[in-house]
């Protein structure tokens, strides 16, 4: 049974490090090496705990199995410097290195299987309260970041991981508790607790690579993006003849924004829109408020975005100010400004996670 899954475990974690490395064609950010340090200590563990534990048990293996685990699951959100996940993730790989080590390398404490336990579930835990509670404090002391038009989004990578925390903390403490049942039930409940926590780990490793939270299917997931991303109002709702006449006046200004992008000429102003559409600037500043969300600066930014974030897919070897010259902007400062309230990212750290392949919102 040992031996079974950790082969099973050395597999996946060896997987998921060679497609790291396939996939990442050398750009290496702070996101792919926490990736990275995830899969080498499951590879270094499962090997250590083999080959200096003797006899080796499922208790042991799972421990090593839920530190792992328990590293994607900081895993920064979208809108989380990566930092400081990076630093957390290399204390617990660390950590738990050096508790086999301690209980390995002697074999007078071989015998104290409970200590063994105690010592790593409690550094995990207390390091992963530090984390969250550090990532809490960094959000919630910045009140701009609540209110961005991605904040929707954040509270959905979040309200996720808390999901993911949750059932994490329930499969960790049935293996705690199947490691004190004797006979072939106790290690029947092992194995599967470890086979879950297998399974948690590719769940959360699909999540780290696609930037998706998994809580939800992907076609949810890209209408929220889309609403967030200014489609805010897709449906177009019909109900007086006043609904009508804005919704109509709407549809105009997006099809004329999409297919005319006067966006790109930085004079662009109100007025040229509302001679375009043949109304007056104060029910086209109403239409644009009451259907986009925004009024209209951030109307015509948040299509300049779009545009400077086409550029960079297409070119993310492009300079920021080139970028932001061939999008409309007067200035590189006005286009940072505007690309970070959009994306939540600078320019440079949105193409950074383009070419990375963590998804961009």
């Avoid at 990736?35 to 563990?45: D, E, K, P, Q, T």
């Avoid at 290690?187 to 599967?192: G, Q, T």
Wanted: contains cysteine.
């Amino acid at each position: 049974m040992i031996t079974i899954l950790s082969t099973l475990s050395l597999i996946e974690f060896s997987l998921f490090f060679c497609h790291d490395l396939r996939t990442s064609k050398g750009n290496h950010s702070k996101r792919f090496w926490i990736r990275i340090v995830s899969a080498v200590s499951g590879i270094l563990c499962v090997l250590s705990e083999n080959i200096l534990i003797r006899p080796c048990t499922l208790s042991g293996l799972g421990t090593d199995i839920a530190l792992v685990t328990a590293i994607l699951l900081i895993f920064p959100c979208s809108y989380e410097k990566p930092g400081l996940a990076l630093r957390t993730a290399s204390f617990l790989a660390v950590s738990e290195l050096a508790v086999i080590l301690f209980f390995g390398l002697d074999p007078a404490r071989v015998t104290f299987r409970l200590e063994r336990l105690v010592v790593s579930g409690s550094v995990c835990l207390l390091v992963i309260m530090f984390y969250f509670i550090a990532a809490a404090w960094r959000k919630f002391s910045s009140i701009r970041a609540l209110f961005r038009n991605n904040a929707v989004w954040h509270g959905l990578e979040d309200y996720s991981r808390s999901v993911y925390s949750v059932i994490f903390l329930c499969i960790s403490s049935f293996g705690l508790l199947a490691s004190g049942i004797p006979g072939n039930v106790g290690l029947v409940l092992a194995a599967a607790v470890q086979v879950c926590l297998l399974a948690l780990y590719a769940i959360l490793y699909l999540r780290a690579v696609s930037g998706r939270t998994l809580a939800m299917s992907k076609a949810t997931e890209d209408k929220i993006k889309d609403m967030i991303k200014g489609n805010l109002r897709t449906n177009y709702i019909e109900k007086t003849e006043e609904d009508k006449k804005m919704n109509n006046l709407y549809k105009r200004i997006m099809t004329y924004m999409t297919e005319s992008k006067p966006y790109l000429d930085p004079s662009f102003n109100m007025p040229a829109l509302a001679e375009k559409m043949y109304t007056n600037k104060f029910y086209l500043s109403k239409t644009i408020n009451i259907l986009s969300g925004r009024n209209f600066r951030q109307f015509v930014n948040y299509h300049r975005i779009q545009y400077a974030i086409g550029l960079f897919k297409s070119d993310p070897r492009l300079k920021v100010a080139e970028v932001a010259e061939f999008s409309g902007f007067s200035s590189s400062v006005s286009f940072n400004m505007a690309f970070k309230i959009n994306t939540g990212k600078t320019p440079s750290a949105w193409v950074q996670d383009y070419v990375s392949g963590t998804d961009a919102l």
